[in-house]
């Protein structure tokens, strides 16, 4: 027969490993602007500016794996001269081309520029 001492320490001991298993399934994400991505956005059109910051905030809250998956971002990885590069795309004509720089607790996406992709 178990004491109560004993099922609480067995249950304070569950859930601790729970807290441990969702402690390592959860990354931050912190988004940051390269120099160039800087001077970029100033000769960008307002809404550019704002569909990238709705992009910035999406990725701190949610992550950028469930941000990849929103349609609207068409978010793909680049070939060519630009592999380990992914681009998002704020408009028809602008993108936005980041990297990801993963830690061990933190993840930090380098947004490096912001461009008029060419067609």
């Known amino acids: 027969?178990?004491?109560?001492l004993t099922f609480t320490?067995?249950?304070?001991k569950l859930i601790l490993i729970?807290?441990?298993?969702?402690?390592?399934?959860?990354?931050?994400?912190?988004?940051?602007?390269?120099?160039?991505?800087?001077d970029n956005l100033v000769k960008v059109?307002?809404?550019?500016?704002?569909?990238?910051?709705?992009?910035?905030?999406?990725?701190?809250r949610e992550g950028i794996e469930k941000v990849r998956k929103i349609p609207?971002?068409?978010?793909?990885p680049l070939k060519g001269g630009r592999v380990g590069q992914r681009s998002i795309r704020l408009s028809k004509a602008y993108r936005a081309i980041y990297i990801e720089e993963p830690n061990k607790e933190i993840t930090i996406i380098l947004v490096i520029e912001v461009n008029k992709h060419d067609y």
């Open 1 to 4: 027969m178990l004491t109560i």
């Open 9 to 12: 320490l067995i249950l304070c």
């Open 18 to 38: 729970q807290i441990k298993k969702k402690n390592a399934l959860t990354r931050k994400y912190v988004v940051d602007l390269s120099k160039k991505a800087k």
């Open 45 to 60: 059109p307002g809404y550019i500016k704002d569909k990238l910051l709705v992009w910035v905030d999406d990725v701190e």
């Open 72 to 76: 609207g971002f068409h978010d793909e």
